[in-house]
């Protein structure tokens, strides 16, 4: 295959002329961390100074653990293996591309047994070469070189001898700026949606318990106070099985089998499909519709509510009218249950996901063997529910659905965030996208 001008063929793929490939000895020094025996119980200490083995380096980070610290007195000891600020840390043992750069946080911690210290030299930027160590293609080279039987185990001569590709030292630094850059448009993300999310928690326990009021609703109106706790004066509690118009559970193991399973027909959920308040697309498995309606009452149809009673107990979510399909086959650990019109499914869902209803839900909750509720659909059945009017139920459900619609439109506006740092983080340590 022709090259690119500007290009060339190395031991590490095709990078810039200007660029080098070199073996990481000459660009680095290497310090494996102490031998376990050099610790001993007298040492550790709570607060003292924080280790620093594979455990503790995460997505680039370094994340002590307030029960791994040691004393200064014995920090002084093992003074050779101390953390100055630019190194590199890097797990060698268990999964390989764990490392980090040593911040001013860090400067002084304690290199562990399981990591070992990278020291670059002037002309070799850490946070750059951080980023080559913790790349696959690194990764792949450096796993398939080290030993270990069961768990894999780095030492100096395999990091000594790694090809890895050098830019000049300004376009390292320019390169780790802006990967660094995309690492902190990302966590700010994450935090948004944090703050959205907790936003939202509270939001649910102020109005699913009517402590909050929306515009329109309860002018004028007091306080009583019931077996829920206190809630507005024009709402009343209902016992769920007093709403229900009908609930069944799953089908049996026996009744449905890998075999039944078609490419398309009628869904067969899973606890994916209701990891939210509201039915989720994307189904493994369907069923034809002779077998689904062999099954009777362990198909749902839109406007029932799903709720896992085995497993991962207190999933909830309602099959709205505006659903894909009709009808949708429960699993065996599912039940499904309609409801009176004067109930929207949709309430229900929320409010057994809220703190009050999801306490309540799972105070049925077995305590061997797989998590369950006990008699499911009895437990169920004779659950209490606070009940607003129709009509101030589904302003609610608005809210809430409004804010659950905007923490999954951040959460994918972040995904495809990642995603664009994969590919540019691939692109510029191999020169295919220049920044000088």
């Not at 951080?130 to 001569?157: C, F, Y």
């Not at 309602?318 to 009176?340: G, H, M, T």
């Not at 607003?388 to 995904?415: G, T």
Request: aromatic share 6%.
């Amino acid at each position: 295959m022709e090259l690119t001008t500007g290009y060339k063929q190395t031991e590490v793929g095709v990078i810039p002329e200007d660029w080098d490939a070199v073996p990481l000895g000459k660009l680095c020094a290497f310090k494996t961390g102490p031998f376990g025996s050099a610790l001993h119980k007298s040492d550790y200490t709570s607060g003292g100074i924080p280790l620093v083995n594979p455990m503790h380096i995460v997505d680039g980070r370094i994340s002590p653990s307030d029960n791994m610290t040691i004393t200064a007195q014995a920090a002084r000891k093992l003074s050779d293996f101390l953390l100055r600020r630019g190194d590199i840390v890097i797990g060698r043992r268990g999964d390989m591309g764990r490392c980090a750069v040593v911040g001013e946080a860090e400067d002084g911690w304690l290199c562990g047994t399981g990591s070992m210290i990278v020291r670059t030299v002037p002309s070799a930027d850490p946070a750059f070469f951080q980023r080559v160590l913790s790349s696959p293609p690194a990764i792949g080279k450096i796993t398939d070189s080290s030993v270990g039987s069961t768990m894999v185990n780095l030492n100096q001569g395999t990091l000594r001898g790694l090809v890895v590709q050098a830019p000049p030292l300004e376009e390292q630094r320019t390169i780790a700026v802006a990967l660094s850059d995309a690492d902190e448009l990302i966590a700010s993300m994450d935090t948004l949606i944090a703050k959205k999310r907790e936003l939202k928690r509270a939001a649910m326990q102020q109005l699913l318990t009517g402590k909050t009021r929306l515009p329109g609703f309860g002018k004028g109106k007091g306080i009583k106070q019931t077996d829920l706790g206190e809630i507005p004066e024009d709402w009343c509690i209902a016992k769920v099985g007093d709403v229900l118009v009908e609930i069944s559970m799953g089908p049996f193991g026996s009744d449905i089998k890998v075999s039944n399973f078609i490419s398309d027909g009628v869904p067969v959920l899973s606890g994916e499909n209701i990891r939210t308040h509201v039915l989720k697309d994307g189904f493994r498995n369907f069923v034809t519709y002779q077998k689904a309606k062999s099954l009777k009452k362990a198909v749902a149809s839109r406007g029932d509510l799903v709720v896992t009673h085995r497993g991962t107990i207190g999933q909830i979510a309602y099959i709205p009218d505006s659903s894909a399909y009709e009808n949708y086959v429960i699993s065996q650990s599912q039940f499904r249950a309609r409801f009176k019109d004067e109930v929207k499914p949709i309430w229900v869902a929320l409010f057994f996901l809220s703190e009050s209803g999801a306490t309540k839900l799972l105070e049925g909750k077995g305590h061997t063997g797989v998590p369950a509720i006990a008699q499911a659909t009895t437990t169920f059945r004779k659950l209490h529910i606070p009940l607003p009017s129709k009509d101030e139920q589904a302003a609610i459900a608005a809210v809430l659905s409004d804010m659950d619609a905007d923490v999954a439109n951040l959460e994918s506006q972040c995904e495809k965030a990642r995603a664009i740092r994969q590919g540019m983080t691939q692109a510029l340590l191999i020169g295919r996208i220049r920044l000088v």
